[in-house]
């Protein structure tokens, strides 16, 4: 790096290269400081810019400035920056953890070992939130396995009176301190280690009072823990002058002195503090105080203390990872910690305070790769306490809330906001779903992001305790009985609270971040240090700028030489300037990796997206749009640890003066109005002579690295990267021609992600990143993939002046006019603009980030088939498989699209138009390779119509022999290490196809005829075909049996080829996001059921089915509206981490325990570490899908760029897994563009057990590859739900069953050539592969190898035969080298075929069901049974395995009798789950999270106890995500219900008493009645059903734009019956006492309800009463004009409860 990156040669720097200077023309005389430095910068350009335009600074926005001293007589200075390392790849795809967490103080009785007790009993209840080495608790209880806990822990005050029997503690214990070390067990490592902290100590003037060996108890550690296990032990240290602060900061300066010398392994420092102390492990919350004898003492006593419980997703243990940290416990994942980490590091150069002085280096870079993301967060965390921040001052600035959708005028909330505006303008939020409790010895508290999916509850006792878990019910009922609570809540999304551990005084939400927000003037600094862009318009069709007008003239030129394609500007620009959305395509992207593809490819195309599945939620960039922000600050971000902003005269280099800008994408006049903004701008041209040959790239990029950091070095705030060859300033100044500016043929550019890349990292290896920032002035951009690249790789903001030129000139056309339809130009990129905008939420949602500036830099990306060389200069940090291309190729695939644009190069002509590249579509002879043609539809069809092996071989000839390369498997070949042996001697075809599953194809996304002939046809083979996530029809759960002799059935009347016997049930039912469709018969008529977390074509978002294709039969079958579009949410409401999809799963072997649960992964860099992940949550199989799944409709750049192929994500599973002990837990499957036999061995050998099909399954039974799926115009009725093109459809299931036989019989003849028996065999044998030598041609009949040649993988004469560019690839993640050892077999083989289903152990439902009466209930189908049990919160999903009996005998509705149960206590998550007719579920006292997920029936009351003495409608009593997914029934809630309450409801009827945000989002049927507050963003996405809100004191509703238009009051006679109704069961079951005030006086209260319907409920008699042909939209503009108004701003009077704004509830 360090050669590659040296100061440039004479000739480069003599010349402009287009480097520009910019400030204002509005200058006064220049300061007499600052003449000595402006030659400087004119020797940087190398040119004879003036003076005067070169140090220019503006005076805009009465901010006056003056230029920075450029030699700087101190440390830290940027001429003498430090350099600190980015974060590692390896560390991108490690270990995530997710967890329960809590706290616990009672500030008003003095420290007792009582508190101590009630929190470690509150950590045992949270044991189900974690995990062991072996998987979940309950699993291991009934399988063994190993139970090292993943992490448990407590954090509490010092317990000085334990301590001072041992160690000679002074009686003043002001100065001293206690650390909790973690030591090697190694004797001589352990005294090295104490000597260099002695030695750490000793330099800060401490004395050393003594060690203390913590007694411990090893004999309760698992097998793991025990292995790395360390020594503990704790010092006892005292100061003789410091005191407070200065005291915290010596200790933190001894600590970092001492960690950086030494690794974890020999020294970690758990705690070292005056104030606290942390006991943790790798240990289960049992084992806590079994292990630490202290905790058992009573002398231990404490006021307060918090609690944490992990589960890791990786299982080698470190004791260091375990939580509590030295100040938080964190619940969650910190989704952006790769850019968090890296701008940390960045900004380490700047950082100065006057607590450490000169000494500050000493204690940076505050973060360590070492550590996890939530030990960095800590860390820096750490840092901002020891620079006076505040805690919950430091957790506002990292993780704040979404303060930009906040109108609220409450001047104690407007210094909320104008804290959080000045400090988003300078601290990326460290984004990520998180619960995070926090304590320094000064406050104790909690926080919650700013999506609010961790739940967090707390309790307040009149006793002066305070409570604050991710559950509730973690109380001894005896010793905290209903009377003793005085209030119950939650924290809302982004809300805190905290307890002065001082005073005790408890402060909530809103008076902590007042208090923390008037600390400093932030309003006054936001005038002076912020200003925000002039927003000028688009250039027009008659526009006069001459760059602009240049690049029109030369458009075709310049296109060719960045890149574009036809396809590129119809399919996408042009697309997007229609619709101002993204364009929608499907069938999924089967073209060749970018790596292997013959024709040049924009360097974009080896990037693929990363996503969020299990560890971390996606979010919804449709429905809650309102936590995301694209806003973006250009300038310099100077000292952001000092105590205020310096002005320019004190010191400019730390100034934070920043503009802001509302979207990252800037047309031609907003990068104009940057330039003349007053920021000190440098423009550097990126283009370069090629004439040298390719070698010029890496010696121009070195170049342009040095220029830039020189030109930071010497003031510039603003870097722009230019490919427009010629400055701008110098036209309009008319200097050049606009003939001159087009591109020149002896002048090449640098690919603009390369060149953004490459000057980020090395600005942030020299100290100086965020002393500017970079913008990209690009013609290579023009997707919204593009535009993430380049902000992902360290640009702010990116100008696309070859798109907009191309827009406008498209537009100038009559067909563009045309297609325009009406738009002007300007609309027209405008659209484009919103198109990008919205395309780049969908793909920071993705992966769980809500804010752009913090997916800048995040690197949220992986790299398939660039060299280490190229990755280690531009993209460090960046996980990255098959490296291959280097510098000198990248510049080759440059200019083979430079000579396009210009072919007098090579003495061509030059062309009239863009090439046809076949990037999205199939044309034979022209374009891109696609595996899926029209050729092999043909060929597969007569092989399958004919039952023909003949022709099924010259099918498999098309597929192997003489394609381009394609796949990365495609680079593989079998090398066996055995003889052959006779077919006969193998297993059977049906043993095989016993192993064959097809791809989740919803019946909606296709047609009912082939989703029936599918599953039809597998099932005679004995293969499993998957439901999808539409449901399905219950008329399929039972064979057919009325078939006539020409294989038609009355039942099936629109099938073919039938026979008495056949079944059309879906062997694995799927729930997906949407939940449509699955209902407790569903579930049971399952074999396996799959959930969904990603699905190859788009991971990270939904299924998308267009509203054309929801006829009335599809509407039926997913409870919801005909005609409506159906874009489920992505997977985060019930499965948004590790341990609540472990909950699913959980709730699933609940409902049906003999179903195996599987879990659908997408392969991606550290898919191995989810895997074990999902291995541990307790499923049965896990799927590896690749990233060229088919689909019926989906965005065509997620289908494109995100994912990786299933060949990577199925080795790096295995290997994970195996080497973790959790392979043996599970079946593997993968699916992914498997097409053959061939295929299935390299999966195989690769650890795959099971294989899927998809695409080619639609092919065997007749698609022809039309690709318009997503236009509901399939012509052969395969992907349509027209009928008339549905009678088209020609598959019958014997056409699936053909295809499965010969795919089967060709493993067959495989296996007999390599000598094996049996798939089961070669299962893992990665030492069968090795890469493909020189034939080209693949074979299926490999010749057996030498033995032993075996494991040194010699290539055959000549070497492997590849194209250029995959010369070099490197293959070796892909095969072994040695076979593993047989004799472990079970160790890197998954469970055996056929075993039973994991268990969820002894559960509370089986002691109901195996009582006799209720057994005879249920069999006998009338009676009424009533029940009264005792219940805990770890009784989980109660009442799911009675709905999962119930439904097996009488389908969801056909049960009669009546079984009403009744609990007492706290129920644990997922009560209710599934519930079903007939069974009736009450509970006195509260619920966790999930309350009637899923359910189609019977009710759910709950009611606090009747010795409760708080009001029932100010206290929450159930959690967050209730009702997800539920098809009917009946819900009453006597209280307050959290986040996401009705999501997805799609049938019950509930009543409640109040909720948090998001209710009722994405409802599709039912009713939902809330009684009191509710949050934000009321009916996001609803398309069905109605809500009803009661709003007493007319503050209307928080609603998005789109759906204040369903608002209405309740008019009609229908519509008040209707809730009077609901309202008066609600009194009749519960009691509520607000329910019986508003009756008594119904005709006041009715006219204070609001009424949500959605469009399609419009017309019902409930919704309104309408004149004669008055339309439901006037009426609702008569009936209440204001009511919009009121629905976008938050209340500005009222009286919130105890939960809402002060303790972070969400109310309006």
């Given at each position: 790096?360090?050669?590659?990156?040296?100061?440039?040669?004479?000739?480069?720097?003599?010349?402009?290269?287009?480097?520009?200077?910019?400030?204002?023309?509005?200058?006064?005389?220049?300061?007499?400081?600052?003449?000595?430095?402006?030659?400087?910068?004119?020797?940087?350009?190398?040119?004879?810019?003036?003076?005067?335009?070169?140090?220019?600074?503006?005076?805009?926005?009465?901010?006056?400035?003056?230029?920075?001293?450029?030699?700087?007589?101190?440390?830290?200075?940027?001429?003498?920056?430090?350099?600190?390392?980015?974060?590692?790849?390896?560390?991108?795809?490690?270990?995530?953890?997710?967890?329960?967490?809590?706290?616990?103080?009672?500030?008003?009785?003095?420290?007792?070992?009582?508190?101590?007790?009630?929190?470690?009993?509150?950590?045992?209840?949270?044991?189900?939130?974690?995990?062991?080495?072996?998987?979940?608790?309950?699993?291991?209880?009934?399988?063994?396995?190993?139970?090292?806990?993943?992490?448990?822990?407590?954090?509490?005050?010092?317990?000085?009176?334990?301590?001072?029997?041992?160690?000679?503690?002074?009686?003043?214990?002001?100065?001293?301190?206690?650390?909790?070390?973690?030591?090697?067990?190694?004797?001589?490592?352990?005294?090295?280690?104490?000597?260099?902290?002695?030695?750490?100590?000793?330099?800060?003037?401490?004395?050393?009072?003594?060690?203390?060996?913590?007694?411990?108890?090893?004999?309760?550690?698992?097998?793991?823990?025990?292995?790395?296990?360390?020594?503990?032990?704790?010092?006892?240290?005292?100061?003789?002058?410091?005191?407070?602060?200065?005291?915290?900061?010596?200790?933190?300066?001894?600590?970092?002195?001492?960690?950086?010398?030494?690794?974890?392994?020999?020294?970690?420092?758990?705690?070292?503090?005056?104030?606290?102390?942390?006991?943790?492990?790798?240990?289960?919350?049992?084992?806590?105080?079994?292990?630490?004898?202290?905790?058992?003492?009573?002398?231990?006593?404490?006021?307060?203390?918090?609690?944490?419980?992990?589960?890791?997703?990786?299982?080698?243990?470190?004791?260091?990872?375990?939580?509590?940290?030295?100040?938080?416990?964190?619940?969650?994942?910190?989704?952006?910690?790769?850019?968090?980490?890296?701008?940390?590091?960045?900004?380490?150069?700047?950082?100065?305070?006057?607590?450490?002085?000169?000494?500050?280096?000493?204690?940076?870079?505050?973060?360590?790769?070492?550590?996890?993301?939530?030990?960095?967060?800590?860390?820096?965390?750490?840092?901002?306490?020891?620079?006076?921040?505040?805690?919950?001052?430091?957790?506002?600035?990292?993780?704040?809330?979404?303060?930009?959708?906040?109108?609220?005028?409450?001047?104690?909330?407007?210094?909320?906001?104008?804290?959080?505006?000045?400090?988003?303008?300078?601290?990326?939020?460290?984004?990520?779903?998180?619960?995070?409790?926090?304590?320094?010895?000064?406050?104790?508290?909690?926080?919650?992001?700013?999506?609010?999916?961790?739940?967090?509850?707390?309790?307040?006792?009149?006793?002066?305790?305070?409570?604050?878990?991710?559950?509730?019910?973690?109380?001894?009922?005896?010793?905290?009985?209903?009377?003793?609570?005085?209030?119950?809540?939650?924290?809302?999304?982004?809300?805190?609270?905290?307890?002065?551990?001082?005073?005790?005084?408890?402060?909530?939400?809103?008076?902590?971040?007042?208090?923390?927000?008037?600390?400093?003037?932030?309003?006054?600094?936001?005038?002076?240090?912020?200003?925000?862009?002039?927003?000028?318009?688009?250039?027009?069709?008659?526009?006069?700028?001459?760059?602009?007008?240049?690049?029109?003239?030369?458009?075709?030129?310049?296109?060719?030489?960045?890149?574009?394609?036809?396809?590129?500007?119809?399919?996408?620009?042009?697309?997007?300037?229609?619709?101002?959305?993204?364009?929608?395509?499907?069938?999924?992207?089967?073209?060749?990796?970018?790596?292997?593809?013959?024709?040049?490819?924009?360097?974009?195309?080896?990037?693929?997206?990363?996503?969020?599945?299990?560890?971390?939620?996606?979010?919804?960039?449709?429905?809650?749009?309102?936590?995301?922000?694209?806003?973006?600050?250009?300038?310099?971000?100077?000292?952001?640890?000092?105590?205020?902003?310096?002005?320019?005269?004190?010191?400019?280099?730390?100034?934070?003066?920043?503009?802001?800008?509302?979207?990252?994408?800037?047309?031609?006049?907003?990068?104009?109005?940057?330039?003349?903004?007053?920021?000190?701008?440098?423009?550097?041209?990126?283009?370069?002579?090629?004439?040298?040959?390719?070698?010029?790239?890496?010696?121009?990029?070195?170049?342009?690295?040095?220029?830039?950091?020189?030109?930071?070095?010497?003031?510039?705030?603003?870097?722009?990267?230019?490919?427009?060859?010629?400055?701008?300033?110098?036209?309009?100044?008319?200097?050049?021609?606009?003939?001159?500016?087009?591109?020149?043929?002896?002048?090449?550019?640098?690919?603009?992600?390369?060149?953004?890349?490459?000057?980020?990292?090395?600005?942030?290896?020299?100290?100086?990143?965020?002393?500017?920032?970079?913008?990209?002035?690009?013609?290579?951009?023009?997707?919204?993939?593009?535009?993430?690249?380049?902000?992902?790789?360290?640009?702010?903001?990116?100008?696309?002046?070859?798109?907009?030129?191309?827009?406008?000139?498209?537009?100038?056309?009559?067909?563009?006019?045309?297609?325009?339809?009406?738009?002007?130009?300007?609309?027209?990129?405008?659209?484009?603009?919103?198109?990008?905008?919205?395309?780049?939420?969908?793909?920071?949602?993705?992966?769980?980030?809500?804010?752009?500036?913090?997916?800048?830099?995040?690197?949220?990306?992986?790299?398939?088939?660039?060299?280490?060389?190229?990755?280690?200069?531009?993209?460090?940090?960046?996980?990255?498989?098959?490296?291959?291309?280097?510098?000198?190729?990248?510049?080759?695939?440059?200019?083979?699209?430079?000579?396009?644009?210009?072919?007098?190069?090579?003495?061509?002509?030059?062309?009239?138009?863009?090439?046809?590249?076949?990037?999205?579509?199939?044309?034979?002879?022209?374009?891109?390779?696609?595996?899926?043609?029209?050729?092999?539809?043909?060929?597969?069809?007569?092989?399958?119509?004919e039952n023909s092996p003949m022709s099924y071989e010259e099918y498999r000839r098309q597929i192997m022999d003489g394609r381009p390369v394609t796949t990365i498997r495609d680079l593989l070949d079998f090398a066996s290490d055995r003889q052959p042996i006779p077919v006969a001697e193998v297993e059977d075809a049906l043993s095989i196809t016993s192993r064959f599953v097809t791809g989740g194809m919803s019946l909606g996304a296709l047609s009912r005829e082939s989703h029936e002939v599918i599953a039809l046809g597998m099932n005679r083979v004995g293969g499993m075909s998957n439901s999808g996530e539409g449901g399905e029809d219950r008329l399929r759960f039972t064979p057919v049996m009325d078939v006539d002799e020409e294989g038609h059935s009355p039942s099936f009347p629109h099938l073919q080829g039938l026979q008495n016997g056949d079944s059309a049930a879906s062997a694995t039912k799927q729930l997906a996001s949407g939940r449509f469709g699955v209902t407790p018969e569903y579930l049971t008529s399952a074999k396996q059921l799959e959930i969904k977390i990603a699905q190859g074509a788009k991971p990270g978002e939904g299924g998308q089915l267009p509203g054309a294709k929801v006829d009335k039969y599809i509407a039926s079958l997913r409870n919801s509206v005909e005609g409506v579009e159906l874009i489920s949410p992505p997977p985060h409401h019930d499965i948004y981490s590790i341990e609540d999809l472990a909950q699913l799963i959980y709730d699933l072997h609940q409902i049906c325990p003999e179903a195996k649960v599987s879990v659908k992964l997408v392969a991606s860099a550290g898919i191995g570490t989810i895997a074990a992940g999902v291995a541990k949550a307790n499923a049965d199989v896990i799927q590896i899908s690749g990233h060229d799944g088919g689909t019926g409709a989906s965005p065509l750049s997620s289908i494109m760029h995100a994912g990786a192929p299933w060949e990577q994500g199925l080795a790096e599973a295995q290997e994970v897994l195996v080497s973790n002990g959790l392979r043996k837990r599970v079946t593997l499957r993968v699916d992914g563009g498997i097409k053959t036999g061939w295929d299935i061995i390299v999966a195989a050998m690769m650890g795959g057990e099971e294989f899927g099909f998809g695409s080619i399954a639609m092919i065997a039974e007749g698609c022809i590859m039309a690709r318009v799926c997503h236009m509901n115009s399939c012509p052969v009725g395969v992907a349509t739900q027209r009928e008339k093109l549905r009678k088209k459809f020609p598959g019958t299931p014997e056409h699936v069953a053909n295809f499965m036989l010969f795919v089967a019989e060709e493993v067959r003849t495989i296996l007999a050539a390599l000598g094996y028996r049996s798939l089961d065999e070669i299962i893992g044998r990665g030492d069968l592969l090795r890469p493909r030598g020189n034939s080209d041609v693949r074979t299926n009949v490999p010749q057996p190898a030498v033995v032993s040649g075996m494991g040194t993988k010699q290539e055959p004469l000549g070497g492997p035969k590849r194209l250029a560019k995959t010369a070099s690839v490197d293959l070796s993640a892909f095969y072994t080298d040695s076979p593993p050892e047989e004799a472990d077999r079970a160790d890197w083989v998954g469970v055996t075929r056929n075993a039973p289903a994991h268990a969820n152990g002894p559960v509370l439902d089986d002691d109901i069901l195996q009582q006799p009466e209720i057994r005879q209930l249920l069999e006998q189908n009338s009676g009424v049974i009533e029940k009264q049990l005792a219940i805990c919160n770890t009784d989980r999903s109660v009442g799911g395995r009675i709905a999962g009996v119930i439904a097996r005998k009488h389908g969801n509705y056909g049960f009669h009798g009546k079984l009403n149960l009744t609990f007492s206590g706290s129920t644990g998550q997922s009560f209710g789950v599934w519930n079903i007719q007939g069974v009736n579920l009450r509970v006195i006292g509260e619920c966790n999270d999930y309350v009637g997920k899923g359910m189609c029936g019977g009710t759910i009351v709950v009611s606090p106890h009747s010795d409760s003495t708080f009001k029932a409608e100010e206290n929450v009593i159930a959690g967050n995500t209730c009702l997800y997914g539920a098809t009917g029934g009946e819900v009453y809630l006597s209280g307050r219900a959290g986040e996401r309450f009705g999501v997805r409801n799609a049938g019950c009827h509930a009543v409640i008493e109040g909720a948090g945000d998001h209710l009722g989002e994405y409802m599709t049927n039912g009713i939902v009645v809330s009684l009191g507050r509710i949050g934000r963003n009321v009916g996001a996405g609803m398309s069905g059903g109605l809500i009803y809100v009661y709003d007493p004191e007319d503050q209307g509703l928080l609603m998005n734009e789109l759906n204040a238009k369903n608002l209405f009051r309740v008019t009609s006679a229908a519509g008040e019956q209707q809730l009077r109704g609901l309202i008066e069961s609600h009194q009749q079951q519960t009691g509520s006492v607000l329910a019986s005030t508003i009756l008594r006086d119904w005709s006041t209260a009715v006219g204070k309800f609001w009424q949500v319907a959605p469009v399609s409920e419009q017309s019902r008699a409930e919704v309104s009463s309408f004149a004669d042909g008055e339309s439901p939209a006037a009426a609702t503009e008569q009936q209440q004009p204001a009511v919009v108004a009121a629905a976008r701003r938050p209340p500005r009077s009222g009286s919130p409860g105890p939960e809402s704004g002060r303790w972070g509830g969400s109310s309006p």
């Open positions: 790096m360090e050669a590659f990156l040296g100061n440039p040669g004479s000739g480069s720097a003599a010349r402009s290269n287009g480097l520009l200077l910019r400030g204002s023309s509005q200058m006064g005389p220049l300061p007499d400081n600052i003449v000595e430095s402006q030659s400087s910068l004119t020797d940087i350009a190398g040119t004879s810019t003036p003076a005067s335009l070169a140090v220019a600074l503006g005076v805009t926005g009465g901010l006056s400035t003056a230029l920075q001293k450029r030699k700087r007589g101190r440390k830290g200075a940027a001429v003498a920056a430090r350099r600190y390392d980015v974060y590692p790849a390896e560390n991108v795809t490690g270990e995530k953890d997710a967890c329960g967490v809590g706290m616990i103080a009672n500030m008003e009785k003095p420290p007792n070992h009582e508190l101590l007790n009630a929190a470690l009993r509150a950590l045992s209840c949270m044991e189900h939130r974690g995990a062991c080495s072996g998987g979940m608790d309950s699993n291991i209880q009934l399988c063994g396995g190993d139970d090292s806990g993943d992490g448990a822990g407590v954090m509490t005050q010092i317990p000085w009176e334990l301590f001072s029997s041992e160690v000679a503690i002074p009686a003043d214990r002001s100065g001293c301190a206690v650390g909790m070390l973690f030591f090697s067990k190694d004797p001589k490592e352990r005294i090295a280690a104490k000597t260099r902290l002695e030695t750490a100590l000793a330099n800060e003037n401490f004395e050393i009072l003594g060690y203390r060996i913590v007694p411990v108890n090893p004999s309760v550690l698992g097998e793991r823990s025990a292995q790395t296990e360390p020594w503990t032990e704790q010092i006892f240290v005292r100061h003789p002058t410091a005191r407070g602060q200065k005291l915290e900061s010596l200790l933190y300066i001894a600590r970092k002195q001492t960690e950086a010398k030494l690794s974890y392994d020999s020294l970690y420092i758990a705690s070292l503090s005056t104030k606290t102390i942390v006991y943790k492990g790798m240990l289960k919350s049992v084992h806590l105080a079994q292990y630490y004898k202290d905790l058992q003492d009573p002398r231990y006593t404490v006021q307060y203390a918090l609690w944490h419980r992990r589960f890791s997703t990786n299982t080698m243990p470190r004791w260091p990872l375990a939580q509590p940290f030295r100040t938080i416990g964190h619940n969650g994942e910190i989704n952006t910690i790769q850019g968090n980490y890296n701008w940390t590091h960045a900004r380490s150069s700047a950082f100065e305070h006057p607590n450490f002085g000169y000494r500050m280096e000493e204690v940076l870079p505050p973060c360590r790769a070492e550590n996890s993301d939530s030990g960095n967060l800590d860390c820096y965390v750490e840092l901002m306490l020891r620079c006076n921040r505040e805690i919950p001052e430091a957790l506002m600035i990292m993780v704040p809330e979404a303060y930009q959708e906040n109108d609220n005028v409450n001047p104690a909330e407007d210094a909320v906001k104008n804290f959080y505006e000045y400090w988003g303008a300078l601290q990326e939020p460290w984004d990520g779903p998180a619960l995070l409790a926090f304590c320094d010895g000064e406050y104790m508290g909690a926080a919650l992001d700013r999506n609010g999916l961790r739940p967090a509850r707390y309790f307040q006792l009149k006793d002066g305790t305070t409570v604050v878990s991710s559950e509730a019910g973690i109380l001894e009922p005896e010793n905290a009985p209903a009377e003793l609570f005085k209030s119950k809540g939650r924290l809302g999304p982004g809300k805190m609270v905290a307890i002065d551990l001082h005073s005790g005084e408890l402060i909530e939400n809103d008076d902590i971040k007042q208090k923390m927000a008037v600390k400093k003037p932030y309003s006054e600094w936001n005038k002076v240090f912020r200003e925000s862009l002039p927003t000028p318009d688009f250039l027009g069709a008659d526009h006069d700028d001459p760059v602009s007008k240049a690049v029109e003239e030369d458009l075709i030129t310049l296109q060719f030489d960045l890149g574009y394609t036809i396809e590129d500007t119809e399919m996408v620009v042009e697309s997007m300037a229609q619709t101002g959305k993204e364009p929608t395509w499907c069938m999924g992207n089967d073209k060749p990796l970018a790596i292997l593809s013959e024709r040049p490819h924009v360097l974009y195309d080896y990037f693929t997206q990363r996503f969020a599945q299990v560890t971390n939620p996606a979010i919804d960039p449709y429905r809650e749009a309102l936590v995301m922000s694209v806003e973006v600050y250009l300038g310099r971000q100077g000292n952001i640890m000092a105590d205020a902003p310096p002005t320019y005269f004190q010191n400019l280099s730390t100034n934070n003066r920043l503009l802001r800008v509302d979207s990252p994408l800037l047309h031609e006049g907003e990068l104009d109005a940057i330039r003349s903004s007053g920021l000190l701008t440098v423009e550097l041209s990126t283009r370069y002579a090629h004439k040298d040959g390719p070698g010029t790239l890496e010696k121009r990029l070195s170049d342009l690295c040095y220029e830039a950091s020189n030109a930071v070095r010497n003031g510039a705030e603003l870097i722009i990267l230019s490919d427009i060859e010629r400055p701008t300033q110098q036209v309009s100044e008319g200097n050049q021609s606009a003939q001159d500016l087009g591109a020149e043929k002896d002048r090449l550019a640098i690919p603009a992600l390369l060149a953004v890349g490459a000057v980020h990292h090395y600005l942030i290896k020299q100290g100086l990143r965020t002393q500017a920032s970079l913008i990209m002035n690009t013609g290579q951009c023009w997707s919204t993939h593009h535009f993430a690249c380049l902000i992902g790789y360290g640009a702010s903001a990116v100008c696309p002046y070859l798109a907009l030129a191309h827009i406008r000139k498209w537009h100038s056309t009559d067909k563009g006019k045309a297609k325009a339809d009406g738009q002007t130009v300007e609309q027209c990129q405008d659209n484009f603009r919103k198109a990008i905008v919205g395309g780049l939420k969908k793909i920071m949602s993705k992966m769980g980030i809500s804010v752009l500036e913090s997916y800048r830099g995040a690197q949220i990306f992986q790299c398939i088939g660039l060299h280490d060389d190229v990755i280690d200069v531009a993209f460090k940090g960046t996980p990255s498989t098959m490296g291959a291309l280097t510098f000198g190729d990248v510049a080759n695939e440059s200019m083979l699209m430079h000579r396009k644009a210009f072919p007098e190069l090579e003495q061509g002509d030059a062309a009239a138009k863009l090439d046809f590249a076949g990037w999205y579509k199939y044309m034979k002879s022209k374009g891109e390779f696609h595996m899926n043609n029209p050729d092999m539809a043909r060929a597969l069809h007569k092989a399958v119509r």
